[in-house]
């Protein structure tokens, strides 16, 4: 898949191994390309690796940092990306809140 003529990159933030394969399986299997991070903690150390990203795809419960807490995190860093977010226990509270972020 081609945005404005490069191909896709997506940056998957997962702390379950098997369900962030799956995810980057998913996204190669349509031609987007994956970086993956096994925590939110991750993800804030390689910064600079993101800025060529598309999107983010982030789950919300994470050990350490939650994606919420991450996604607030990237906002002050100057870090401005769509960001998906998934959970395997949601709440209505907590989709109000990624929604309102």
Do not use: W
């Amino acid at each position: 898949m081609n945005i404005n003529g490069k191909k896709a990159q997506v940056a998957v933030v997962e702390d379950d191994d098997a369900v962030r394969q799956a995810i980057i399986l998913v996204l190669t299997s349509v031609g987007i390309d994956a970086i993956e991070f096994e925590s939110a903690v991750h993800l804030l150390n390689s910064v600079d690796a993101i800025k060529s990203v598309d999107c983010i795809v982030m789950d919300i419960r994470m050990p350490h940092m939650s994606g919420i807490e991450a996604y607030k995190k990237l906002s002050v860093l100057g870090v401005h990306l769509p960001v998906v977010f998934i959970t395997g226990h949601g709440s209505v509270r907590l989709a109000v809140e990624a929604m309102k972020l």
